[in-house]
C-alpha cells in the first residue's frame, strides 16, 4: 500500500520565478493538506483540498495556490518565489476533511530552496 | 489564538532510559486532539500517539505514553526503554475537531546516547 508520495525531492530556483509542487495521496485517501516548514521551526498549515476545492487556508498570501485533481492528487505552486520561501513542503493525506479521528499520512517533502 | 509550546529545544537520554518531551497549547474550545509526531532525517512526518480530549484516560501507545492534563493545557509525551531509532525530532499538535488543521509547536530534538 503506497505511502504519500511527493516529488519533486529537492528543487532549486531563483527568485521571482515560479514552482510547482506535486502530491500523490495514500491509496484511499480523498483529502489533501499542504504545510510549510521552514528550517527549525513546525509545519504551518498552507491549506487542504478536497472534491477539488480549498477547503480551509492557512494565514499565506495569493501567491500561494493549488489544485486538486480527480483521482485525488494535488499541486501547490508558488508565484514570484521569495528567498523567505526557502522550506520543506510536507503534504499530508487523510479522509474526510482531515477530521481528526481519521488521522493524516505524511510524504517526505519537497525541499524547496530559493537563490 | 491557538498556540502550542514546546519549551525543550533539546533532550538527550541514555539507551534504555526514560525521557519526557513537555508540551503546553494554548485554546479556548473544549473539543480537540493532540498528537505527538516524530521526525527522522527521512523528513516523514510519523504518528507517534493520539489523545481525544474528551478521553480522561491517558494514551499509551507500547513504549510512548502521554500525560494529559487539560486544566493546565499541558501534554507530554514519555518515552520509556529508549531505543538508538528513538532520535528525531518530535512534535506536539493540536487540531480542533471542527478544523481541519493541525497546529504545531516548534519540535524538540531527541538524542539517544549508547
Known amino acids: 500500500d503506497a505511502g504519500v508520495t511527493q516529488s519533486p525531492t529537492h528543487l532549486i530556483k531563483t527568485r521571482g520565478q515560479q514552482v510547482t509542487l506535486r502530491c500523490s495521496p495514500k491509496s484511499g485517501h480523498d483529502t489533501v493538506s499542504w504545510y510549510q516548514q521552514a528550517l527549525g521551526q513546525g509545519p504551518q498549515f498552507i491549506f487542504q483540498y478536497y472534491e477539488e476545492e480549498e477547503r480551509q487556508r492557512g494565514n499565506f498570501p495569493d501567491r500561494f495556490s493549488g489544485h486538486q485533481f480527480p483521482n485525488y492528487s494535488s499541486e501547490l505552486n508558488v508565484n514570484a518565489l521569495l528567498l523567505g520561501d526557502s522550506a520543506l513542503y510536507l503534504c499530508?493525506?487523510?479522509?474526510?476533511?482531515?477530521?481528526?479521528?481519521?488521522?493524516?499520512?505524511f510524504g517526505s517533502g519537497t525541499r524547496l530552496t530559493v537563490v | 489564538a491557538q498556540t502550542v509550546t514546546q519549551s525543550q529545544p533539546e533532550m538527550s537520554v541514555q539507551e534504555a532510559e526514560t525521557v519526557t518531551l513537555s508540551c503546553t497549547y494554548d485554546t479556548s474550545e473544549s473539543d480537540y486532539y493532540l498528537f505527538w509526531y516524530k521526525q527522522p532525517p527521512s523528513r516523514q512526518m510519523i504518528l507517534v500517539i493520539r489523545q481525544e480530549a474528551y478521553k480522561q484516560q491517558n494514551a499509551t501507545e507500547n513504549r510512548f505514553s502521554v500525560n494529559f492534563q487539560k486544566a493546565a493545557k499541558s501534554f507530554s509525551l514519555k518515552i520509556s526503554d529508549s531505543q538508538l531509532g528513538d532520535a528525531a525530532m518530535y512534535f506536539c499538535a493540536y487540531q480542533l475537531d471542527s478544523s481541519y488543521k493541525l497546529i504545531f509547536g516548534s519540535g524538540t530534538r531527541l538524542l539517544v546516547r549508547p
Open positions: 499530508a493525506s487523510s479522509l474526510k476533511y482531515g477530521r481528526p479521528y481519521y488521522g493524516y499520512t
